[in-house]
C-alpha cells in the first residue's frame, strides 16, 4: 500500500531534504515553489518492495554549481529530452522514477516527472555527495547503467561505461558545457535494483525528519536535537573561515560556547567535524548546522563569523556502511582527507 | 635526569631558535613550562607517550587548521605538556588556542635537532656543555682584541651571553646585555666562583685577580638559566677570567703610556708661549687636539693626595658622554682639559657647557677629594694656553672655597682676587716675607703705612688722609721704608712687587687674626 504525499507535507519534505543535505545539496526554496504548482497532488509514494521488481526505472537530479541552482529554474522539458533518449538507448519505457540524490533540491527533483511514472522511495546517495561516481549504482558497479546529461540547451549527452570515473568525467564536461548546471537522468536499472543498489526510504526519513523540525519550537540546542532524534555535535560561535581551494577542503572554526574548538571541515558538503583536535563525525555521516536563533539550516557558505551554530549529528544510511567497498567510496579517503580516523 | 624548563632552554643560546607560539589573547605563564624527557620524531606518528614530556618535532606543521588540531591532540594523547616544532609560527590562532586549552605548550623552532641536543645538554650532557662553553671562550680569545671592550665583545659574542667586568660600584665594561641593579645587587663579591639565581636573573662568575684594582668579577650573564647551565658558564668564566685580567692589565700599562705622552704634550704646548712649532702643531694634530676655534679651559686639582691617573680615567669616562670635542690629561698631580668650540658659543650654550663641566665636577666629588677651576672663553692656540692657564689659578682658588663646592669660573672672579691667589701661593709668601723683613718688626707701622701708600698711587696726601695721619708723618714714614728696604719705589717694577708682597702678608696676617 503506497504511502501518500500531500501539497502540505511539501514544506517539511524540503526541510528533510535540506537536513540530509549536510550543509550542500542545492537550497529547496525554488524548486519548492514550482513543485507546488506543477505537480498533480497527492502523489503516491511507492516502496521499491511495493512494485513489480522488474519495472523500469530512471533517476534524476540536477548537478552543478548550488548558487546557480538557487536561481536557475529546473525545466521539465530537459527532463523529457533525456526520458527520451534513455528510452532510444535502453530500448523500454520506464514506469517509476526515483532521486539520483535524496537530499537538498535535488529529493524534489523526481515530482516533477510523476505525471506518468511512479514515485518511489529511494535514491543512490541517502544524503547529499559532490560526485555522480557516489551514486550506489556505480559504486556497485550495476551493469547496464546509462546516465544522460543535457549539455545545455537542447543538447544531451549519455555515457554507458563499466570504467569507473567516466560517468563523473563525462557528465561533469558536459555541466561545464551547460554553464555550471544541468539536468541528469540516470537509466538502465529496474525497481529489483533498487532494492540492492539503492537506499531506500530516504523519502520518508525526510519527511519525519522535516516534520519534527517544523514542529520544534524555539529552546536550547539540546531540545531540537532531542526533538529531531539526532546527535548534537556542538554549539558555538563561527569565529574563522579558511576559504576552500583547490588543494584543500575549507576549514571553519567554531568556538563552542564550553570552551572546545570545533573544526568543520568542509567541501560543498560538511565532510567532518573535529572537537579539540580529535573527529567526533565524518562522512557519510551527515553532519548539519543550523543557526542557532533562525534555526536556518545552513549551506556550507553560510557559516561565516560571527554566526552562532548548532550543529547536529544524523547517522549515514546503513547501506554505505554494509560494505568496505561502499564505505570507501564515501568516506574521508574519498574526499582527500588521509588524517586521523575516529579513535 | 633533571627537568628541562622552558626558561632555561631560553636561556641557552644553542637551543635552535626556540620561540614560544602564543595565540594574540593568551595569558602567559598559565601552560606547563617544566618538561621531564624528551621525544624527538621526524613524524608525529612515531612519537612514543611520554608523559610530562617535551615532543620535538623535525618536520613543519601541516598547512590545514583541522590538521593542525588532529597534530596537536594526538601530541597532547600520548602525555605531552610541550610541542616544539619547525615553522610553529605557521600553526593558525585556533590550533593555538587549543593548545592553551589542552595544557600544551606550543613552540616554534629552527633546528630540531640542535634544541634535542640542548635539551640533552641541560638534563644529562653537563660535562659536554661545559665543554662547548670552554671550546667558545678558547676559540673567543683566539681573536686578537684591540682592547678590553673588544676582547669582552668577542667573549660575548662567543659565548652567546652577556659578559661583564664589574665591581662593588658598578660595571667598568660590558658586551651583549645590559648588566641589571638587581643583579649586581645579589652578586656576592667575596668568593671565588658566585652563581646568581634570583629571577629572572642569573650569572656565573669569578672574582679577577688584578694587580691594580681589587674587588673585581668576571660574570657571564643572562635571564632565566637553570642550574647546569649556569655550572658549565662558571666552568667557561674561570677559564676566560686570566685572559681578562690579562687584558685589562696590558690596557692599564697602555693608558699610563698615553697619558704621560699626551701630559708631556701639553706641558710643552704651554711652555711655548705665542708660537708653536711644526713638530709641535703635528703631534698635537696626531692626538685630535686643535689650537683652531675656541676654547674653554678647565683643571682638576686634589684637594688631597690624589691619583691622577685614576681622576683621568673618570674625567674621561664622563667627557664622552658630552656631545662636544673634548679632550683631558693628566698635569702636575691633576688633570687639565679643555673643550673645543667651532665658533664662539652664543651666552646661554656656553652656560650649558659650564653647568656640564660643574655636573662632572659633582660627579667627580663622590670618588675624589678635588677642586675644578674653569677658564675664559678664548680663542686660537694662544688662546687654548691662556684659558688653561687660568683654569689652573681658578683651580688653586677653589682648592679653598668650599661656599662654590670647590668649583670656580674665572669669569666669576675678580682680578684682584686672582692676583691674590697667585701672590698666597706658597713659595711666594717666604720670599715677600724676605723682602719685607726690615718693615716686619713688631709694632712697627711702616708696613701698613707702606700698603696704604701703594694703594693710594704712591700720593702722600690721600694716603695720609685714609691713616688719619699729617702728610709729613706718612711722607717721613715712607723715605724710612725705603732707606731700611733699600729700595726705590719710583721704580714701576719694584713698586708692583712690594705692593704685592703687602697684599700678601697683610691678608696673611688678617686670616691669622
Known sequence: MPATLGVDDLAALARGFSLLGSGGGGRTAILESVVRRTVSWPVALHESEGLDPSTPCVAVGIAGSTYLLAERLPRVEAFERLLAAAHRWTGTAPGAVCAIEGAGLNGLTPLLLTGGLRFVDADFMGRALPGLDQMSLIVDAVPGVVCAASTGDQGITLVESPVRGDVEQIVRSALVQAGGANEVLVAGFTVGDLREHAIGGTVSRALSLGRAFEATGPGAASRLAHDLGVSLLGVGRVVDVAERSATSASSIEVAGDDGAILRLVAGSEFVMLLRDGAVIAEVPDIIVAVDSISRDILEVDALTPPRHVTLLGIPAPAWWRAREARLRAVDTRAFGLTEPRRA | MNLLTLAGLLALPDNGGLAVVRPREAEPDQLPSVWDGIVWSLDARDLTAVPGGLAILGVEPPSEPWQQDALIRRVHDLGFTGLALPRGHRLGEGTRRLGQRLGLQLMAVEDSLTLARACWHLSEGKDALTLDYVRKVARSIAYPADNLADL??????????????????????????????????????????????????????????????????????????????????????????????????????????????????????????????????????ERGWRTGGVHLGFRIIGRGRIDALALLRVVKAELSGLAIDSHATTSGGGVSGWLTFGAEPPPPELERWVAALRGLHAILQCRFNIATGVGTLESGGVGLAATIDEAGDAARIAVNRSATGHFVRVDTLGLEQLLLAWSEADTFIPAARALLAPLLEPGSELLATVSAYLNHESAVAPTAHALGLHRNTVAQRIARAQELLGLDLANPETRLAVQLACRALSTRAEGKE
Open chain 2, 152 to 285: 669582552l665583545r668577542h667573549l660575548s659574542s662567543g659565548l652567546g651571553h652577556g659578559v661583564a667586568l664589574v665591581d662593588a660600584e658598578g660595571v667598568l665594561a660590558s658586551a651583549g646585555g645590559y648588566v641589571a641593579p638587581e643583579l649586581l645587587r645579589a652578586m656576592d663579591f667575596a668568593p671565588w666562583l658566585d652563581f646568581v639565581t634570583d629571577p629572572p636573573f642569573t650569572a656565573a662568575s669569578v672574582r679577577v685577580d688584578s694587580a691594580s684594582r681589587t674587588g673585581l668579577r668576571f660574570v657571564i650573564f643572562g635571564q632565566g638559566m637553570e642550574r647546569a647551565h649556569l655550572a658549565a658558564l662558571g666552568v667557561a668564566a674561570e677559564v676566560a677570567m686570566p685572559a681578562v685580567a690579562a687584558r685589562l692589565l696590558i690596557d692599564e700599562v697602555a693608558d699610563v703610556n698615553d697619558v704621560a705622552v699626551a701630559s708631556g704634550l701639553l706641558r710643552e704646548f704651554l711652555e711655548s708661549p705665542g708660537r708653536i712649532e711644526d713638530d709641535l702643531s703635528r703631534r698635537m694634530i
